[in-house]
């Protein structure tokens, strides 16, 4: 058997929760912020403390801004997967690792599809591109693949879901 590394960086797109969760930093920092400039007003000491507080809710409103630019990271070694956030190119945090020789069943993802599972979303969009695969155990994982990496978990997949999905031509590239 071959042995196969991919790796795929995929961008999360904003959301409009991720636009209100930006305005509410921004309307948070605002409301912190006006007592400092307000005590700024009355003498020089007040006025360095005033600026040094609103300096330091400038780098926060900065701090939660780009932390909600989130990208998923899929590393394919061998037959395993794994999934990895990284948020705002400062941390990476390990989400998930899968073998893909324990998938039961993988095609690409459509709303409603899940059924009484709650599925785990590990992509940038469902509606454009996504993907399923379901574990043995019957967790449902959404990911953002492309062409190489499908390739890649190719080569590991169960000879049943590599007919399913590549050769019977349902949910080809």
């Not at 399923?132 to 990911?143: I, S």
């Amino acid at each position: 058997m071959q042995e196969v590394f991919v790796e795929t960086l995929v961008a999360k797109k904003p959301t409009k929760k991720d636009a209100l969760l930006r305005g509410a930093v921004v309307v948070g920092m605002l409301v912190l912020g006006a007592p400092s400039y307000i005590m700024a007003s009355f003498n020089l000491y007040f006025t360095v403390i005033g600026a040094v507080v609103c300096a330091g809710l400038l780098y926060c409103i900065y701090y939660f801004w780009t932390a909600l630019n989130l990208e998923f990271e899929y590393i394919l070694t061998g037959s395993e997967m794994d999934v990895d956030r990284i948020s705002a190119h400062r941390s990476c945090k390990h989400l998930l690792t899968v073998d893909c020789k324990d998938i039961a069943a993988m095609g690409r993802y459509q709303p409603g599809l899940e059924g009484d599972r709650k599925p785990l979303f590990y992509c940038a969009d469902p509606q454009e591109g996504a993907w399923y695969f379901v574990t043995q155990e019957g967790q449902m994982v959404v990911f953002t693949p492309d062409a190489k990496l499908l390739e890649g978990m190719r080569v590991s997949l169960p000879r049943q879901v590599v007919n399913e999905v590549f050769i019977k031509g349902r949910n080809l590239l």
